[in-house]
């Protein structure tokens, strides 16, 4: 299964690190995609990294503020977040594909899911 770290709050303009673990899932074997979905809205994809991580597919909505990376020793997949908006509140989720390369941001191409982490900008 996988597990995010706690979300947390944030002022607009802000950062912050959270990261997806793996239990029972070697993630270096799959791809990875970060899910957002904010109260009253469809679930966006926000980014995918690839297996061993010679991919990294951004949102063009975080592109230049977002960034995804892995520690493979400790089987965990971050993302950072840099210059957070308002409209960055949502709760995040975790999800990953089996030997995925990231062609798209599309939630139905991920099997495995986490519980989600809360994430909130606001002055």
């Known amino acids: 299964y996988l597990e995010e770290s706690l979300g947390g709050t944030v002022h607009p303009g802000g950062s912050l690190r959270i990261h997806c673990a793996g239990s029972?899932?070697?993630?270096?074997?799959?791809?990875v995609g970060w899910f957002r979905q904010a109260p009253g809205k469809e679930r966006e994809g926000v980014s995918c990294i690839s297996p061993h991580g010679r991919t990294v597919n951004i949102a063009d909505s975080v592109k230049g503020r977002f960034t995804m990376s892995r520690d493979v020793a400790k089987n965990l997949v971050y993302l950072e977040m840099n210059i957070l908006k308002p409209e960055d509140s949502a709760d995040y989720y975790c999800?990953?594909?089996?030997?995925?390369?990231?062609?798209?941001?599309?939630?139905?191409?991920?099997?495995?899911w986490g519980q989600g982490t809360r994430v909130t900008v606001f002055a």
């Open positions: 999800a990953a594909a089996d030997n995925y390369y990231c062609p798209r941001l599309d939630s139905s191409d991920f099997q495995t």
């Open positions: 029972g899932k070697d993630l270096i074997n799959y791809g």
